[in-house]
C-alpha cells in the first residue's frame, strides 16, 4: 500500500516532545505523512471546527493552556464561548493543542503521541520515544 492509498496529516509543532514523538512513531511506521506547522500556517475557523468535530473534541477540550496565552486571554472561565475560543486560536495559533492526525481511519489529538498507532494500517517494528521510554506495540 501506497502513502497515496493512506495519506497521513500531522498538524505538528517541531517544538513540542510528543509532536516531534508522533511524527518519528509514523515515519518509523514507513508512511511519509504531509507535515503542516500550523504555527507558521495558521488556522482557518473552518478547518478547527471540522478537526474538532472529527476528532470528537469541543474547542475547549483542543485548546492548550500550557505555554500560552488562554489565561491571559480569559479563556479559562468557564461559561465562556466556543466561538470565542475558536476566534482566539486563530488568532493565536499556539493555542491548539497538538499534534492532531489524520488518516483514513479517523482523526485525533495524539497525546500521549502513541494514541497515533490507532490511526495507522501498519506500526513501526519498535519505537522508543525522545526521553528514553519504549513504546509497547
Same mark, same amino acid.
Given at each position: ?16 516532545? *510528543? ?14 505523512? #504531509? /507535515? ?21 473534541? *469541543? ?30 486560536? /486563530? ?11 489524520? *488518516? ?11 494514541? /497515533? ?11 522508543? #520515544? ?8
Amino acid at each position: 500500500m501506497s502513502d497515496a492509498d493512506f495519506p497521513i496529516v500531522i498538524f505538528h509543532n517541531p517544538a513540542c516532545g *510528543t509532536s516531534r514523538n508522533t511524527l518519528a512513531m509514523v515515519e518509523a511506521a514507513g508512511y511519509q505523512p #504531509k /507535515v503542516i506547522e500550523y504555527l507558521k500556517a495558521g488556522w482557518s475557523h473552518d478547518q478547527l471546527r471540522a478537526l474538532a468535530s472529527e476528532a470528537g473534541l *469541543t474547542l475547549r477540550q483542543l485548546m492548550r493552556e500550557k505555554g500560552t496565552p488562554a489565561a491571559d486571554l480569559g479563556l479559562l472561565a468557564e461559561g465562556v464561548a466556543e466561538e470565542r475560543i475558536l476566534d482566539a486560536m /486563530v488568532e493565536h495559533p499556539i493555542l491548539v493543542n497538538r499534534p492532531i492526525v489524520v *488518516t483514513p481511519k479517523g482523526v485525533k489529538l495524539c497525546r500521549p503521541s502513541e494514541i /497515533v498507532l490507532d490511526l495507522l494500517d501498519r506500526k513501526p517494528e519498535s519505537f522508543t #520515544k525522545e526521553d528514553g521510554e519504549v513504546v509497547k506495540l
